[in-house]
C-alpha cells in the first residue's frame, strides 16, 4: 500500500535477456524498507523468459507497473519509456542484473532530507563479490560541479544507479538512444548542473554485479565500446554547460580514460592491426593528454597510470586487461 506522507519514488528497472537475474533484482525493490514506491519495468523486447518473469510480478505487488517494447530499442530508450510514465517525486535507476540491499530507497532518502538536495548518491557499492559495509557513514553536501568532477575524473561511479534524482532536476532531459554506450555519463553531465545542492553519503545500499558474463562491458565490442566510446565523450565535451576551467580539466581526464577504454577493447579484440588508423590515433591523443593530468584532480594511482600510459599505451592497457579480466578486480583509470 502506497503511503501518502511519504514522497513518492519511481524505480526504473529496464530489462533486456536477463532471465538469470531480474527475479532477484525485482525482489529487493519489492522488500524496500520505504514502501512508497511506484516499480516500473520496461521489457525491452527480450527474447528470453525475461518478459514472462516481469509480468509474474504484476499480480504479486500492486506497485509494480511492466512495459513491454514491440522491438529492441536499447537501454537508453528503455529508461525513457520508464521516465515518461514516472509519477514520483523522486527517480531512481536500477540495473536489471544488479539487486539493493533492504535500505537503499531509505538511505537515499535519508540524504536527500538531511542535506536539502537534488540529487543523493552514495559514493560506495557492494558488488557481487566485495560484501564488506563501511564501518563509519558520512553524510555531507557538495555542489553540482563537485560531483560533475567527482564523475569526470572516475572518483565514483559514472552510472545513474546508487543515485536519487529529484524528478524536477531531470526535467524534459532523456537519454540519448543514438549512443552505443556511455549513455548514463551523458545523462548525469545533462542533468546534474541543474541541480541545486547534491547530498553525499558513504553507505553501501547498491549491488553491482560483476558476474553477469554477458553484460555488455564484459566482451570486446569495437564498434560500441571503442568507436562509440569515442564519440560519447565529444558530445559531452561539446555539450557540458556551464563550464569552467575546473571542468575543462576534469572533461579532458575523461577523454584520456575514455582513450585507454577504447583501446582496452582493440587489443582484447585483437584487432589493432585491423583498425590501425583510429589505434594510432588512440595511442597519439593518450600521450600528449597524459602529462598534463598530473596537474588535475586524481589520485596518486591515477598519476602512476597517467605516467605509464604516457611511456607506454599499450603495456598500460595489457596490465589493465590482466587486473580487470584475468583477476576480475574493478580498476579505475
Known amino acids: 500500500m502506497i503511503n501518502d506522507k511519504k514522497p513518492l519514488v519511481s524505480v526504473l528497472v529496464a530489462a533486456y535477456n536477463v532471465e538469470e537475474y531480474v527475479a532477484h533484482c525485482i525482489e529487493t525493490v519489492i522488500k524496500q524498507k520505504y514502501n512508497n514506491l511506484e516499480i516500473i519495468i520496461v521489457d525491452d523486447a527480450s527474447t528470453d523468459n525475461t518478459g514472462k518473469i516481469v509480468d509474474d510480478f504484476v499480480s504479486k505487488d500492486s506497485r509494480i507497473t511492466v512495459f513491454h517494447h514491440s522491438i529492441n530499442k536499447g537501454l537508453s530508450s528503455a529508461r525513457n519509456t520508464g ?85 524536477t532536476v531531470i526535467g524534459d532531459r532523456r537519454f540519448r538512444p543514438e549512443l552505443k554506450t556511455g549513455e548514463g555519463l551523458q545523462f548525469n553531465t545533462q542533468v546534474i548542473p541543474h541541480a541545486i545542492t547534491i547530498g553525499v553519503g558513504l553507505r553501501r545500499v547498491y549491488v553491482y554485479n560483476v558476474d553477469n558474463d554477458s553484460s555488455a562491458t564484459k566482451k570486446p565490442n569495437i564498434d560500441k565500446q571503442a568507436y562509440g566510446a569515442i564519440e560519447t565523450m565529444k558530445i559531452i565535451k561539446n555539450n557540458l554547460v556551464p563550464r569552467s576551467a575546473r571542468l575543462d580539466d576534469a572533461v579532458d581526464y575523461q577523454c584520456f580514460a575514455t582513450e585507454l577504454y577504447a583501446m582496452i577493447h582493440l587489443v582484447r579484440a585483437k584487432a589493432c592491426k585491423e583498425h590501425q588508423d583510429f589505434y ?25 597510470k597517467s605516467l605509464a600510459a604516457w611511456i607506454s599505451p599499450r603495456l598500460t592497457v595489457e596490465a589493465s586487461i590482466f587486473w580487470r579480466y584475468r583477476l576480475k578486480r574493478k580498476q579505475r583509470v
Not at 553524510?139 to 529529484?166: G, Q
Not at 597519439?284 to 593528454?289: G, P, S
Request: charged share 25%; with cysteine.
Open 83 to 167: 521516465l515518461e510514465h514516472a509519477h514520483g517525486e523522486y527517480i531512481t535507476f536500477i540495473d536489471s542484473d544488479d539487486w539493493i540491499e533492504p535500505d537503499y530507497v531509505e538511505y537515499l532518502m535519508k540524504i536527500i532530507n538531511e542535506t536539502s538536495s537534488d540529487i543523493a548518491m552514495s559514493r560506495n557499492s557492494f558488488t557481487s563479490q566485495l560484501h564488506e559495509q563501511i564501518q563509519i557513514d558520512h553524510i555531507y553536501s557538495i555542489t553540482p560541479e563537485d560531483m560533475l568532477c567527482d564523475v569526470l575524473y572516475n572518483h565514483v561511479n559514472v552510472a545513474v544507479w546508487n543515485r536519487m534524482y529529484k524528478k
Open 280 to 304: 594510432r590515433y588512440l595511442v597519439h591523443e593518450i600521450r600528449h593528454t597524459a602529462p598534463r593530468t598530473f596537474t588535475m584532480e586524481i589520485s596518486t594511482g591515477q598519476k602512476m
